[in-house]
């Protein structure tokens, strides 16, 4: 068992988790939760209406957008203060502390700012996802080791070349991580945006289906977003290791 | 005070009295929020009434509650899954992927098992803050050297003796990342559970508030829980940065 196939272990975990989830179902109960086979199958009949899919569209359009400006944003202010580090001696403890704070508070801000409806959702994701890209991208940054920068001088290389042939390469796979991170936490904000302060897509389905106590609905768009999430970030972690295996 | 330091309070203050200046000549509309100076006013106001004392504590409760149990749990995991290689292997990909679940879509669920009691609400705190103990605990673990391990057998220490006397110290400021981050977790997973469905609660204060139009209300109750998760966190970043800098890391 030592060397497994490293497929076999993801497997391993699948099955693992699907049977809990069907014991946990056995002690609590149908009024709780829904068993696995029929939230599938649930989960594919809603697939197959159209109603169903727009809110899905709603979801995905807020994200993407969400997630364009967490990444371009983040990477922008990662550059900028992890390339001058004193700024970035400054700017990195309130980068920490907004982090720790909970987003979710800031909410009513955002919608008496955006109003209800797409800006706000985008808002709300990006304001999750910015601080850590810009935190691993600054981090990226400083760690270029120094000898390679100050080659770059001795050979008087432009900002351009420095930044294509020496920044980049070297910092990438600490951004790629960055990425990864912020693609969950955006996510994750989008839907919240969307639990409150919407009228379309999965996380006002959710709260909807909170108020009906409508399990199945809960189970089924539940099970889609943790199938959404788990796919891209495993790709995401599997990119990510090579990245850095690569380097090293 | 380094220079730092001083830039970084500056900027604040700076950026602080940009905003109330925004307020103040109508750039920001007064309904949407209130100036600064009028916010820490009304938290004053509203912390010597002592009406919102009640959901603090219980607020306070519930984060102690999640906080608590995901450090033993975490730890005691984390020491556990460390010394299983195998087992180890295949939960990584469910850490890895762990945050990018959104944790709160549980929330629903958890309500329709246990009622809208406390149990959710510390539930969510406490899945939130378990994953980063056990990922740091792991970490931390990786970091002890061998020659202590060794030095541990010849002196013929048990498991437990070991864990104690050699790896858990060898392992704190790694740990104290953990805690660092379980403490960030546990109070955002109970104010968003709070908010999202609760009839207490800080969090369920600021989403009435919120729902009534009451920024008189709303807006102190933000500006508290901004200011209590900036100095927890500051405080615990100091000692993981005292810590570090004595044993010599960094």
């Not at chain 1, 969400?66 to 700024?87: E, V």
């Not at chain 2, 669920?109 to 803050?129: E, S, Y």
Request: aromatic content about 10%; proline content about 4%.
């Amino acid at each position: 068992m030592r060397r497994a196939l490293p497929g076999v272990n993801g497997l391993m975990l699948i099955g693992g988790l699907l049977t809990a989830w069907q014991i946990l179902f056995e002690i609590a109960g149908e009024n709780a939760l829904a068993p696995p086979i029929a939230t599938f199958r649930y989960l594919g009949q809603l697939l197959g209406t159209a109603d169903f899919w727009s809110n899905v569209a709603a979801t995905g359009m807020a994200f993407l957008f969400a997630l364009m400006l967490s990444l371009m944003l983040g990477l922008l202010i990662g550059l900028a203060f992890g390339l001058h580090r004193f700024s970035g001696e400054v700017a990195e403890p309130m980068l920490v502390s907004f982090y720790s704070i909970p987003k979710i508070t800031l909410y009513p801000i955002v919608l008496l700012a955006f109003g209800i409806g797409m800006p706000a959702k985008v808002a709300f994701g990006a304001i999750h996802g910015i601080v850590p890209m810009a935190i691993f991208t600054m981090t990226a940054v400083r760690s270029i080791r120094p000898v390679l920068l100050k080659t770059a001088r001795v050979m008087r290389l432009t900002q351009w070349d420095v930044a294509r042939s020496i920044i980049i390469p070297s910092a990438l796979p600490e951004i790629f991580t960055g990425i990864r991170v912020s693609f969950a936490l955006t996510l994750i904000g989008t839907l919240l945006g969307e639990m409150f302060g919407s009228q379309r897509g999965l996380g006002y389905l959710l709260m909807t289906a909170i108020g009906l106590q409508n399990v199945r609905m809960i189970m089924a768009v539940t099970l889609l977003l943790v199938l959404f999430a788990a796919t891209v970030s495993v790709t995401l972690l599997a990119v990510d290791r090579r990245l850095h295996h690569d380097a090293t | 005070m380094s220079r730092a330091t001083r830039i970084r309070i500056a900027l604040t203050i700076v950026a602080v009295l940009l905003v109330e200046a925004l307020c103040r000549f109508g750039a920001i509309d007064i309904l949407t929020m209130p100036p600064p100076s009028i916010i820490a006013l009304d938290l004053i106001r509203l912390l010597a009434s002592g009406k919102m004392n009640d959901a603090m504590l219980k607020t306070l409760w519930n984060v102690v509650a999640a906080f608590g149990a995901a450090i033993i749990a975490g730890v005691v995991l984390g020491v556990a899954i460390h010394s299983q290689r195998a087992l180890r292997r295949s939960l990584e990909p469910l850490f890895a992927t762990y945050y990018a679940i959104p944790v709160f879509a549980f929330y629903p669920l958890l309500i329709v098992l246990f009622g809208l009691g406390d149990a959710p609400q510390i539930l969510i705190g406490f899945m939130l803050a378990v994953v980063a103990v056990i990922m740091n605990t792991l970490a931390g673990l990786d970091r002890v050297s061998r020659v202590l391990l060794k030095t541990a057998r010849i002196h013929r220490l048990g498991p437990i003796e070991t864990a104690l006397r050699v790896t858990l110290p060898c392992a704190t400021p790694y740990l104290l990342t953990g805690v660092r981050l379980a403490v960030a977790y546990a109070f955002i997973g109970v104010i968003g559970a709070e908010f999202i469905m609760s009839n207490t609660g800080v969090g369920y204060e600021i989403s009435f508030a919120y729902n009534n139009f009451d920024n008189a209300t709303m807006y102190p109750l933000i500006l508290l829980i901004i200011l209590i998760s900036v100095m927890l966190n500051a405080a615990l970043s100091y000692w993981e940065h005292a810590l570090m800098q004595k044993r010599g890391y960094r």
